[in-house]
């Protein structure tokens, strides 16, 4: 009887052992095709957790940094509401994309992905900083963008942002540039039209992505040419939705129209 006991109990904790490390015995490249699916599905904080199970298993994973860098963006993306605690949740969330992304580049430096999303990273953070920061970040990330670009001449979200880096600073003129200057210190410039040039070659690398026409047709609005602008906000209504994004883009791009209507 007492053996029988004894057994038992092996058998019992053999079991409970099996039950705890299960969860640890998928692999790195699982937890990414997990993620991967996820992502397919536009279930972003799904997506993500499965990059950071990748990296519990093996924290210099490449795909999984980057990817896990893409996903605190896109999630960061998705909070809603606006004032200091949303603002909060968002800076923590791209500070924790810029993170993996430099950890990504550290490991592999010669692949796009890494470059890319810490340079949105980046640029989506310091938006919630003052315009000091701004400023001091703007050159890194155009630095960022660019490398990406050199990586991966195909990289069509690179090109979109390196488009609406130059509208950003194009936008920044005359006395507001001098004055700025002064307090801040040299501002990088940008044009509208090399804002044109990169946001129509996004459009060109990938014709069905709703954002590169929006922004195309922001940045046709900055430069007055209202019926382009008409035209690429109307496109962002006709394509199908293909991220998770798309939905709220195309309610932007409604907005756009509403505007020039009036």
């Not at 990059?51 to 605190?72: D, S």
């Not at 990504?104 to 890319?116: K, L």
């Amino acid at each position: 009887m007492h053996r029988k006991r004894v057994l038992s109990g092996l058998f019992f904790l053999a079991g409970l052992v099996c039950l705890v490390t299960s969860g640890f015995s998928q692999t790195a490249a699982e937890f990414i095709k997990a993620g991967d699916e996820y992502y397919a599905r536009w279930e972003d904080q799904k997506a993500l957790d499965e990059y950071l199970k990748a990296l519990q298993v093996e924290p210099n994973n490449y795909e999984a940094l980057w990817k896990a860098a893409r996903g605190y963006v896109d999630v960061g993306d998705l909070v809603s509401g606006k004032g200091k605690e949303a603002d909060s949740k968002k800076f923590d969330l791209y500070l924790k994309a810029e993170k993996c992304a430099e950890k990504a580049i550290s490991v592999n430096p010669n692949d796009t992905w890494g470059h890319f999303f810490l340079s949105a990273a980046l640029g989506k953070k310091v938006l919630l900083l003052g315009k000091k920061e701004q400023i001091n970040v703007s050159k890194k990330v155009k630095a960022e963008i660019e490398k990406a670009i050199e990586l991966d001449p195909n990289n069509d979200l690179a090109y979109h942002a390196l488009g609406r880096w130059h509208r950003r600073m194009a936008e920044i003129g005359g006395a507001k540039r001098a004055i700025g200057s002064l307090l801040y210190g040299s501002i990088p410039k940008g044009s509208f039209e090399e804002s044109e040039k990169w946001l129509k070659k996004a459009v060109e690398l990938k014709p069905d992505y709703i954002n590169h026409h929006l922004e195309l047709g922001r940045t046709y609005l900055a430069m007055e040419k209202k019926d382009l602008a008409a035209a690429e906000f109307k496109k962002c209504l006709e394509l199908p939705e293909s991220t998770s994004r798309d939905k709220s883009l195309k309610e932007e791009a409604r907005e756009e129209l509403e505007k020039l209507k009036r």
